[in-house]
């Protein structure tokens, strides 16, 4: 059965995260992001390295500066941006490891017919460098956090996937792993299969939880759509 059996058969489509839902890369921001909160002249705290999880440059670089007392100057923050993004393109650059059961799980998504999105808070041209790792041919059509007018936790990103893939927001199924790309999923309309990596994320009606995407089937799929529909109308 193809996602388009029809409309009880499951999702329009499967959005998909990239940073900790697909690859397991906030391991990378992590240092990258270190790094630079020592090159501004600081160390970051812990609590702030958790509230950037899932987020967007802008606002990460928000909470870093406000984490080091630091005034949010628009060159200082600009030259910050250009050198976190220099360090984490070289990290990505060598390379990008899977998130347990994700390329199985991409590979089964698109077997059994449905259309999918990579959505992203990260800039286009690092996502593009990520892409030479996880492939091309698993996306219908990506966005990135640099191509909307708001990134996640804001529904922007999420809203335009399915916008350029011709469904209804309300018909997809994101998958996600932080907070704040599930806030962001869940205003765009889409139900939420949830894979926590670094940080926790709190149960919601809309919201199915899982702890891997190990061995995750089409049937499954449809199921938590349809748990997920049924919880949202309650």
């Not at 409309?7 to 690859?23: C, K, Q």
């Not at 992590?30 to 970051?44: D, H, I, N, Q």
């Not at 705290?45 to 005034?71: H, K, Q, T, W």
């Not at 011709?166 to 790309?181: F, H, M, N, R």
Request: proline share 7%; charged share 25%; aromatic share 4%.
């Amino acid at each position: 059965m193809l996602a388009s059996d029809g409309p009880g058969s499951g999702p329009a489509a499967v959005l998909w995260d990239m940073d900790g839902t697909l690859v397991d890369s906030e391991k990378v921001w992590t240092v990258s992001l270190a790094e630079t909160a020592r090159r501004l002249g600081g160390e970051l705290s812990a609590r702030a390295r958790e509230d950037m999880v899932g987020s967007n440059m802008p606002r990460s670089l928000g909470i870093m500066f406000d984490d080091l007392g630091l005034p949010h100057e628009a060159d200082r923050l600009a030259t910050a941006e250009r050198w976190l993004t220099e360090r984490t393109g070289e990290l990505f650059a060598a390379g990008l490891e899977w998130r347990p059961g994700a390329l199985e799980a991409l590979r089964t998504v698109r077997a059994a017919g449905w259309p999918t999105a990579l959505v992203t808070n990260t800039l286009r041209s690092l996502t593009e460098q990520a892409l030479e790792s996880i492939g091309r041919e698993h996306f219908t059509v990506t966005v990135c956090g640099d191509e909307v007018p708001h990134g996640k936790p804001e529904p922007d990103p999420y809203l335009r996937a399915a916008e350029l893939l011709g469904v209804a927001p309300e018909q997809c199924l994101a998958i996600e792993d932080s907070p704040t790309g599930t806030a962001a999923a869940e205003r765009a309309g889409a139900a939420v299969l949830v894979v926590p990596c670094e940080v926790p994320v709190p149960a919601g009606p809309r919201r199915i939880q899982r702890a891997s995407l190990a061995g995750l089937t089409p049937d499954d799929l449809r199921a938590g759509y349809a748990q997920a529909r049924s919880e949202r109308a309650a």
